[in-house]
């Protein structure tokens, strides 16, 4: 497999002008993951700092409710700031620092991995600007004030659907215009090394969900399921259980208001291969190309493509994608709060949901683990007028 592409998706199209700036990344960080003192430092942060490893949870409640197979949580939700995206933010900014850059930009749309940016820029005493959609800017006010706190600059992004593929241009923009910053891209997206970046320093909760279900069952889990927006949750979770063929891997993109009404972002379920953002994978995209407009009740999945590595695992047959409504995310949303006791972000909802379609089908002895991304405190505003509170 040529480096940075799985299969025929990757890659980095970009202005020739980028090219050496995306090289010198590329080299840093392969000699930086070679670099046992920069793993050493990493792993420790990981465990002081973020707190890891995140627990696994069952979730016996839900399990006898639905009937069927038992469900399994990887937590992510309980790392310091609430979410998956503090494991990549944290190796990027150890890579910024080797770089000698003091300067971090950043896009975001639930804005999970903003925050995340906001937090390693505060204890690195780096200078960090965050993009956001205006729309994700009044949906996510919380994660807002979080940035705001730590020392953040937010810029609102007002074109288009102002939400998180306009936040992706915005910063690959200013990234293009200021070669002394360091971009932290959230997602495993953008032209190499990007994605690939993003699948080590988030191969973490796989690795660890791996040997917690072990150490617990003593066998494998029989489905992994995470929700895809950019995918970066997922590929992190599926990356562990790839080359184990008894591990059926499960994405879960956003239906938003139904396929049939063009109201979603499901790219993998209804898009075709394109370009987007300097990288190519499956996009949701009109005739010509050009990304079309797309709609989730989650800021941090609307988005018109998806990681390359995803829709290689689609092609070759290893992963499966499916899409929820957004209906269904919220009721999975009411159900984990109501019987677990657990608020889980609206993303990884859309997980949890798929998981309860499938659970009254499954055996007793079967399991399936869901990769709970983050927590719900930003969603709350927008989610308890939906359930009637």
């Given at each position: 497999?040529?480096?940075?592409?799985?299969?025929?998706?990757?890659?980095?199209?970009?202005?020739?002008?980028?090219?050496?700036?995306?090289?010198?990344?590329?080299?840093?960080?392969?000699?930086?993951?070679?670099?046992?003192?920069?793993?050493?430092?990493?792993?420790?942060?990981?465990?002081?700092?973020?707190?890891?490893?995140?627990?696994?949870?069952?979730?016996?409640?839900?399990?006898?409710?639905?009937?069927?197979?038992?469900?399994?949580?990887?937590?992510?939700?309980?790392?310091?700031?609430?979410?998956?995206?503090?494991?990549?933010?944290?190796?990027?900014?150890?890579?910024?620092?080797?770089?000698?850059?003091?300067?971090?930009?950043?896009?975001?749309?639930?804005?999970?991995?903003?925050?995340?940016?906001?937090?390693?820029?505060?204890?690195?005493?780096?200078?960090?600007?965050?993009?956001?959609?205006?729309?994700?800017?009044?949906?996510?006010?919380?994660?807002?004030?979080?940035?705001?706190?730590?020392?953040?600059?937010?810029?609102?992004?007002?074109?288009?659907?102002?939400?998180?593929?306009?936040?992706?241009?915005a910063a690959l923009t200013a990234y293009v215009e200021q070669p002394e910053t360091f971009y932290l891209l959230g997602s495993a997206v953008g032209p190499h090394p990007f994605p690939t970046m993003v699948r080590r320093f988030q191969s973490v909760i796989g690795r660890e969900a791996r040997e917690q279900f072990?150490?617990?069952?003593?066998?494998?889990?029989?489905?992994?399921?995470?929700?895809?927006?950019?995918?970066?949750?997922?590929?992190?979770?599926?990356?562990?259980?790839?080359?184990?063929?008894?591990?059926?891997?499960?994405?879960?993109?956003?239906?938003?208001?139904?396929?049939?009404?063009?109201?979603?972002?499901?790219?993998?379920?209804?898009?075709?291969?394109?370009?987007?953002?300097?990288?190519?994978?499956?996009?949701?995209?009109?005739?010509?190309?050009?990304?079309?407009?797309?709609?989730?009740?989650s800021a941090g999945l609307d988005y018109p493509g998806v990681g390359p590595e995803h829709a290689f695992l689609k092609d070759s047959g290893r992963a499966s994608y499916v899409a929820v409504t957004d209906d269904e995310a919220v009721e999975a949303f009411r159900t984990l709060c109501r019987l677990e006791g657990?608020?889980?972000?609206?993303?990884?909802?859309?997980?949890?949901?798929?998981?309860?379609?499938?659970?009254?089908?499954?055996?007793?002895?079967?399991?399936?683990?869901?990769?709970?991304?983050?927590?719900?405190?930003?969603?709350?505003?927008?989610?308890?007028?939906?359930?009637?509170?």
């Amino acid at each position: 497999m040529r480096r940075g592409f799985f299969g025929e998706y990757g890659g980095a199209f970009v202005p020739e002008a980028l090219l050496p700036r995306l090289e010198e990344l590329d080299r840093a960080f392969v000699e930086a993951t070679a670099d046992g003192e920069f793993e050493r430092e990493y792993v420790r942060l990981l465990k002081e700092y973020v707190g890891r490893p995140s627990a696994l949870t069952e979730c016996a409640n839900v399990s006898r409710h639905c009937g069927g197979g038992r469900l399994f949580l990887k937590r992510e939700d309980l790392n310091h700031t609430g979410a998956h995206k503090i494991n990549n933010a944290l190796g990027q900014a150890l890579l910024a620092r080797r770089m000698g850059k003091k300067e971090l930009i950043a896009e975001t749309g639930a804005g999970m991995h903003g925050t995340a940016t906001a937090t390693v820029a505060a204890l690195f005493g780096m200078k960090c600007t965050v993009y956001m959609g205006a729309v994700d800017v009044k949906r996510q006010a919380p994660n807002v004030a979080r940035m705001k706190a730590l020392g953040a600059e937010v810029v609102e992004v007002h074109d288009g659907l102002a939400t998180l593929k306009e936040a992706v241009d915005a910063a690959l923009t200013a990234y293009v215009e200021q070669p002394e910053t360091f971009y932290l891209l959230g997602s495993a997206v953008g032209p190499h090394p990007f994605p690939t970046m993003v699948r080590r320093f988030q191969s973490v909760i796989g690795r660890e969900a791996r040997e917690q279900f072990l150490a617990r069952e003593g066998r494998l889990p029989d489905y992994a399921l995470a929700c895809v927006g950019g995918g970066s949750n997922a590929i992190g979770l599926f990356s562990a259980f790839v080359d184990d063929a008894s591990v059926k891997l499960v994405g879960v993109e956003p239906a938003g208001r139904g396929l049939h009404t063009g109201d979603h972002a499901a790219t993998l379920v209804a898009g075709r291969p394109s370009l987007i953002h300097g990288f190519r994978s499956y996009v949701l995209a009109d005739g010509a190309g050009e990304p079309l407009p797309v709609y989730s009740i989650s800021a941090g999945l609307d988005y018109p493509g998806v990681g390359p590595e995803h829709a290689f695992l689609k092609d070759s047959g290893r992963a499966s994608y499916v899409a929820v409504t957004d209906d269904e995310a919220v009721e999975a949303f009411r159900t984990l709060c109501r019987l677990e006791g657990i608020i889980p972000a609206l993303e990884s909802a859309h997980a949890l949901a798929q998981a309860l379609k499938m659970l009254p089908g499954l055996r007793e002895d079967e399991t399936l683990l869901v990769n709970l991304s983050g927590r719900g405190d930003k969603d709350l505003d927008q989610v308890l007028p939906l359930l009637g509170l």
